[in-house]
C-alpha cells in the first residue's frame, strides 16, 4: 500500500513555529528544507510534507514516543490518502474543464482527475482523481 507523505500534528498550540521546525528536524534527522510545514491555526493543526522520501509510519511512531512530543501534547498521526476532494471559494460560472486543468497540474501536486462536480450554489466542487494523488 501506498503510504503518505505527510504527518498532520494535532495540538499545535503550545509549540512556536521555530520550535516546531527544530523539533521535526531532530526527529526526522532531516534538514528544513527536506519537508514543508502548513499551518492551520484556526484548528490547532499542522501538516508536514516530506519533500524527501522518508518512512513516514516509522516517524510518526518515533513522534508519538518523543519526549517534546508527549511534553507539549501533540500528537502525529499519517494523512489520510484520499481520491476526493473539495475546491471551495471557487470564481462564479467556472468550468469543469478549467477546474480538471488546474487540478491535474503536476505542479501544483495534482494528477489525473476522473471526475468533477460542481456544486454551483455553495461555489464549490468535487474533485475525483483516478488515484491517491493531489490530497495536498
Known amino acids: 500500500a501506498e503510504t503518505s507523505a505527510s504527518v498532520v500534528f494535532e495540538n499545535i498550540q503550545n509549540c512556536s513555529p521555530n520550535c516546531f521546525s527544530l523539533l521535526l528536524e531532530n526527529i526526522s534527522g532531516l534538514a528544513v528544507d527536506d519537508f514543508t510545514v502548513e499551518v492551520i491555526p484556526e484548528i490547532n493543526v499542522a501538516v508536514v510534507t516530506f519533500i524527501k522520501a522518508i518512512d513516514t509510519e516509522e516517524f510518526v511512531e518515533k513522534c508519538s514516543q518523543h519526549k ?69
Open 68 to 136: 517534546r512530543v508527549k511534553e507539549f501534547k501533540m500528537t502525529a498521526r499519517l494523512l489520510e490518502l484520499t481520491q476526493a476532494i473539495k475546491a471551495e471559494h471557487l470564481p462564479d460560472n467556472v468550468s469543469t474543464g478549467l477546474i480538471t486543468v488546474y487540478f491535474e497540474s503536476p505542479r501544483s501536486g495534482g494528477g489525473p482527475v476522473s471526475n468533477v462536480q460542481l456544486l454551483p450554489e455553495e461555489n464549490s466542487a468535487i474533485i475525483t482523481f483516478c488515484g491517491h494523488k493531489g490530497n495536498t
